[in-house]
């Protein structure tokens, strides 16, 4: 008897241990992720993700394992995409699925960057936040109430290259600072000492440190948000205080700005006069005034410094490629001639322009890896398991300088997007995907072409001569969400004495 026992608990045993291996064998089936780099025990590829020009480390990756590869990073599955087919599959197609954000507990839930349309969690109020765009700056009937304000404040950028031109950088960050502040708010900043130029400044450098993979191990273990900021190590607590007081200030600043001069009946057409009701002024809905906020501050804060990181790159572009310089000019002086400057009118008749313009945002992309998407609901794509909760990264600078895309990718050419068969618009990349599409995008591009065809009708770009050579930059940008040209110098000088008379009048007689 006891043998016969003894039998059936070997034979228990090894059902028992058949049933364990096909569970086993099912769950690997099922799971079949992306392939990627292989990663340790518990921690996973904690140390394999790159700090630094990640869409380079990325790049390098998708040669090896594809335009679908992934990571496990302490348990998260990280998915970066590398091809324009994938990301507009996913991101286009299966938009309702993909268009979340993951949640961050600094940069999100602390800093409140959650309640702007950048990071909010997709739903009906990140839909809410995109009609108030819509209804204050989605069409191009809409910008052209700004048309004038923001031509003078291209006049007043062109004076200011005429003067200190070495400076061309600050004078790029005054200028589209002063733009976008008159769009969100309708407030004309007036010098570089301007309270609400310097926080926006701020919260931009703070929200892209906040965002950046790493920087808070909070983010990764959110149960420390529980631990008091006196243990060691929890020191995060105040950093992340101080950069919530910023936001804040941001937030509530700017709009009181905007309410005082409403009361008044002084208040200028803007994204937030546009989404209150005058009549509802002094006691407005309380819900709706802190969605108002929190746009406003999104797009006078992101949308500031990523058109002068593009407009950097122009000017670093016109430095290396010369006949791209001459080739636009030659355009500008055959349409809008030598009596006056480009105006916005133009736009429709300058077509190497508009696609000299296209060209920096494919050659040097802003955001080379974009913000994160958060798949909501399980998936499969390609006969790879991508299960609810995973976050994706485009690599964009990877996307625009795909070959098979782009024809001679490194080159800077803006003829690609001209003739009969132009190459793929990068503004389909650029500016984000499916749901998620940048809602400031007609602003964006409307201060690029104003601020590229002014520049070149009165001046010439060209690299700093030393020694009686030219001294070239490199192509190099920083790391972080919204990237920059490394620094570099140029020699920035008027295309003529008719030229620099052009703008000295236009500032003159306004």
């Keep these: 008897m006891a043998s016969a026992y003894l039998v059936l608990d070997v034979v228990a045993v090894l059902l028992a241990l058949w049933a364990i291996r096909r569970v086993l064998v099912n769950r690997s089936t099922l799971r079949h992720f992306p392939p990627g780099p292989r990663g340790l025990p518990i921690i996973g590829n904690l140390f394999d993700v790159p700090t630094s020009q990640e869409w380079q480390t990325y790049s390098t990756w998708a040669d090896r394992w594809g335009d679908l590869l992934s990571m496990n990073v302490l348990g998260q599955r990280i998915v970066i995409i590398s091809s324009v087919k994938v990301a507009f599959d996913l991101f286009e197609k299966r938009s309702l699925i993909y268009s979340d954000r993951p949640h961050l507990v600094v940069a999100g839930e602390t800093l409140g960057h959650m309640n702007t349309i950048p990071m909010a969690p997709y739903g009906e109020r990140m839909r809410k936040i995109r009609r ?25 950028y062109l004076m200011n290259l005429i003067q200190k031109p070495q400076d061309f950088k600050d004078h790029i960050r005054l200028m589209t600072s002063t ?14 000492n ?24 909070v983010d990764q273990f959110p149960l420390l948000r529980h631990i008091p900021s006196w243990v060691p190590g929890a020191g995060w607590q105040k950093t992340a205080e101080k950069y919530r007081q910023h936001v804040a200030d941001a937030v509530a600043e700017p709009f009181a700005f ?22 509802a002024a002094a006691a407005p809905d309380a819900a709706h005034e802190h969605d108002v906020k929190y746009a406003a501050m999104a797009l006078y804060t992101a949308g500031s410094d990523t ?43 300058l077509p190497y322009i508009n696609a000299l313009c296209a060209e920096v945002l494919r050659w040097m992309p802003v955001g080379p890896l974009g913000l994160p998407h958060r798949l909501t609901e399980d998936d499969t794509y390609e006969g790879y398991v ?43 990349i650029a500016f984000g995907y499916g749901r998620r599409i940048c809602p400031g995008i007609l602003v964006a591009e409307a201060t690029i072409f104003i601020t590229v065809a002014a520049t070149l009708a009165a001046f010439t770009i060209a690299p700093v001569v030393e020694h009686g050579k030219p001294v070239l930059p490199p192509v190099q940008q920083t ?32």
Aim: charged share 25%; net charge neutral; hydrophobic share 45%.
């Design 194 to 217: 301007d309270r609400f130029l310097q926080l926006s400044d701020t919260v931009t450098d703070e929200f892209s440190e906040a965002v950046t993979p790493g920087a808070f191990l």
């Design 179 to 192: 733009n976008i502040l008159l769009i969100s708010h309708g407030h004309r900043v007036k010098d570089s």
């Design 132 to 156: 108030m765009f819509t209804k204050a700056v989605g069409t191009k009937a809409l910008l052209e109430d700004f048309m004038p304000l923001m031509s003078e404040t291209i006049h007043d």
């Design 258 to 279: 905007v309410k005082a001069q409403m009361a008044t009946g002084a208040a200028v057409p803007s994204f937030v006069s546009r989404n209150l009701d005058p009549a």
């Design 386 to 428: 991508l299960p609810k909760g995973t976050v994706f990264f485009v690599n964009n600078w990877k996307l625009l300088h795909d070959p098979a895309t782009y024809r001679a990718p490194m080159a800077f050419r803006p003829e690609r997007f001209l003739g009969a068969a132009p190459e793929l618009d990068p503004s389909r």
């Design 479 to 510: 790391s972080g969400i919204i990237s920059h040209p490394a620094p570099f110098r140029c020699d920035v000088k008027p295309r003529s004495a008719k030229a620099e008379a052009l703008v000295l009048a236009a500032v003159e007689n306004r």
């Design 307 to 349: 058109t002068a990181s593009a407009l950097t790159s122009f000017f670093l572009a016109m430095t290396l490629f010369p006949e791209a310089q001459r080739a636009a000019q030659a355009e500008l002086d055959a349409v809008v001639g030598p009596d006056r400057l480009p105006t916005f009118a133009d736009r429709e008749r």
